[in-house]
């Protein structure tokens, strides 16, 4: 026996009108009977169909400012009876309930309520009660009912009507999969508005969701399967981005291009950040994006190839030539000037971003980190350090030049994996050190890169002379500092409070060295 369902009867509510009109002439066509509710009703019957209204079914009109009109039997019944099963066909007969074969809903917009600012009343009025009821009703009773949740859906059911004349059993259950989901992700979204509207920080339960962006070759392996999701959020960043050219973006080219563009959107001047395996290889602000990329790239001329590139300011012809001197796997910006997109195209693997504005670096959100049996939820680290802050503890204070490079290091600091060490000069990092066990092989990792960085341009003294050194934790011993002075930097940023501040602090004055705290740690693991 086929699996297949011929659709006799369509119930349709939608908030998203976009579509509908040539779904419900196509069903038209099919000879099927249109059921609707008010403002989709009014749409049809505008495209010049014959709709029946959901009171005909009920008997009841609709009432309490449309608060209740589909939740009645005359609905649910006729969503939910198996139509294989002789009591449930009779209790239709007896109450007059006729069968709906398709649902086509689409629910009140509640998360773009929320996002234009909506007060508490606006936000309550926005949550849809009776649509996620039939949806749920129609999902579960998959075997006899076809229920579409989406409009990039519409497509596939008239397809499904053209070639089979009806619904297939394996459609459906796909339908019916991605319509819980769907549910599950409005209302993940109505209580997160809520905790977060009640000043909840660790409600009791927590839900995320997210709508597929892109399947992936594989993740960060290839035996490891991968898919890229979106939250909706209006974040600026890879996930709202454009791709102009380019294959693809692996697993691995999202998360690199999130950190690259996480770390540019720290400055108000412009700056360029080259990104490898998910640490700054090459930070640097300048004048202008040339500068600070012909900067950035000179920290770390090795580590830059195959890496990542993110810059503040739209890209212009000029500097998009020498980002293609050497190979790179992406380039973001948040726009590009005349003339620059023609220079990338000889290029064809780079892939080429733009996003249109920065992130806000002070913005609140989320971070999700998965463990065995859960996932860790914490706020974005969005503490930011001025000048106003720091706190100096040596006998030498740090000069205007010095606190310049002192509070650029701490903001690269930030983005860079702990234990992290940034030497910084002119504005530009010159020897970065991350995600090592030990503070002081942070320290020993930044100044080796800073005398690599003198070989490859030639330079007789290692930049880290002169430079300065942020830390993202506290020295718990000297150690880590001795090797700063060593390696020739003049001045250190570092959070402070360490059972040992105090030999810190002396071996710093011993050093000639200028320190200040911040009170405040950036730890990224």
């Known amino acids: 026996m086929s699996d297949t369902t011929p659709i006799r009867r369509a119930l349709l509510s939608v908030s998203d009108k976009t579509g509908l009109k040539g779904l419900g002439r196509a069903l038209a066509e099919h000879g099927v009977e249109l059921v609707s509710t008010g403002g989709t009703a009014a749409a049809l019957r505008d495209a010049g169909l014959d709709v029946r209204d959901v009171s005909d079914l009920t008997g009841f009109p609709e009432m309490m400012d449309g608060r209740v009109k589909t939740l009645h039997p005359g609905v649910h019944g006729g969503l939910l009876a198996l139509r294989d099963n002789a009591d449930h066909q009779k209790a239709m007969e007896d109450h007059g309930i006729a069968p709906i074969d398709l649902l086509v809903v689409n629910l009140y917009p509640f998360e773009q309520t929320v996002a234009s600012g909506a007060d508490w009343d606006e936000c309550i009025e926005n949550i849809d009660i009776g649509g996620p009821a039939m949806i749920r009703a129609a999902s579960k009773n998959h075997d006899h009912v076809a229920v579409v949740t989406d409009v990039e859906d519409y497509e596939a059911l008239l397809t499904e009507l053209r070639e089979n004349g009806g619904t297939t059993q394996a459609f459906r259950r796909r339908l019916a999969a991605n319509a819980y989901a769907r549910t599950a992700a409005y209302d993940a979204a109505i209580s997160a508005w809520m905790a977060d509207a009640l000043g909840d920080e660790a409600p009791r339960r927590r839900a995320f969701a997210g709508t597929l ?188 030049a010095e606190l310049a490079d002192l509070l650029f290091a701490w903001r690269v600091a930030k983005h860079v994996k702990s234990n992290a060490i940034v030497y910084a000069k002119g504005g530009a990092t010159v020897g970065i050190g991350a995600g090592q066990m030990s503070r002081v092989d942070s320290s020993r990792i930044a100044a080796r890169k800073a005398a690599d960085m003198a070989e490859a341009l030639g330079l007789a003294d290692s930049p880290a002379k002169g430079a300065v ?50 009170g405040m740690r950036h730890f990224r693991h």
Do not use: W
């Not at 697993?251 to 998910?278: G, M, Q, R």
């Not at 892939?351 to 980190?369: C, E, H, I, Q, S």
């Not at 993202?472 to 940023?493: H, K, Q, S, V, W």
């Not at 040992?500 to 004055?509: G, H």
């Open 213 to 400: 962006s892109a399947e992936m070759r594989y993740g960060e392996n290839p035996h490891q399967k991968a898919a890229f999701y979106t939250d909706g959020a209006a974040r600026p960043g890879v996930a709202t981005a454009r791709q102009h050219q380019g294959k693809a973006l692996s697993y691995n080219n999202v998360a690199d291009t999130d950190a690259a563009f996480e770390l540019v959107s720290e400055f108000d001047t412009p700056a360029c950040a080259i990104i490898k395996h998910a640490n700054p290889c090459g930070v640097a602000t300048g004048e202008t994006i040339f500068e600070a990329y012909r900067a950035a790239f000179d920290c770390d001329r090795t580590s830059a190839f195959g890496g990542i590139i993110a810059v503040n300011r739209p890209l212009d012809p000029e500097t998009a030539q020498a980002m293609t001197e050497i190979f790179t796997e992406v380039v973001v910006a948040p726009d590009l000037t005349p003339g620059t997109a023609e220079i990338f195209a000889a290029k064809k693997n780079l892939r080429l971003l733009t996003t249109g504005a920065m992130a806000d670096p002070a913005a609140p959100g989320r971070l999700v980190k998965p463990v065995a049996g859960g996932f860790l939820v914490q706020d974005r680290d969005t503490g930011r350090i001025t000048q106003a802050d720091l706190k100096t503890v040596t006998k030498r204070a740090p000069t205007e």
């Open 469 to 518: 050194l942020a830390s993202d934790a506290f020295f718990p011993f000297a150690d880590g500092l001795l090797t700063a002075a060593e390696a020739g930097a003049t001045a250190i940023i570092q959070p402070g409070g360490s059972m040992r501040d105090d030999e810190v602090i002396a071996a710093a004055d011993e050093a000639g060295l200028a320190m200040v705290f911040t």
